[in-house]
């Protein structure tokens, strides 16, 4: 790759624990709008033209589910990031070690 020019980015491998913040708060927003959404349609006696059940359950939805967890969410998933990363500059540095104890050692 160093012949190309290319320098290469290592990221850390996906891990759901980035996303359990997002997943958390989807599943909070489900539980509160699954039932909304079924009692808002079984209030209508007929689908009408004027009748928005699921419009009106959606944004009453997010009217009323607060995003007061996200922090908590996120603060989790940096943790878990900060750990992460901390874990690959160590690898690097006994891989990098690695090869500089082989670079300077006698051919055999």
Do not use: C
Request: glycine share 4%; no cysteine; charged share 25%.
């Amino acid at each position: 790759m160093a012949d190309l020019g290319i320098t290469p980015v290592w990221n850390v491998p996906y891990k759901p624990e980035y996303n359990a913040g997002v997943e958390r708060y989807w599943a909070q927003l489900k539980a509160h709008f699954r039932p909304l959404l079924l009692s808002k349609m079984l209030a209508v006696p007929g689908p009408r033209m004027k009748d928005t059940p699921l419009k009106d359950a959606v944004k009453q939805t997010i009217r009323n589910v607060p995003p007061t967890s996200i922090p908590a969410f996120i603060a989790r998933a940096l943790e878990n990031l900060r750990t992460d990363a901390a874990e690959i500059r160590y690898m690097r540095k006994m891989q990098d070690a690695s090869v500089t104890a082989i670079a300077g050692s006698p051919e055999r």
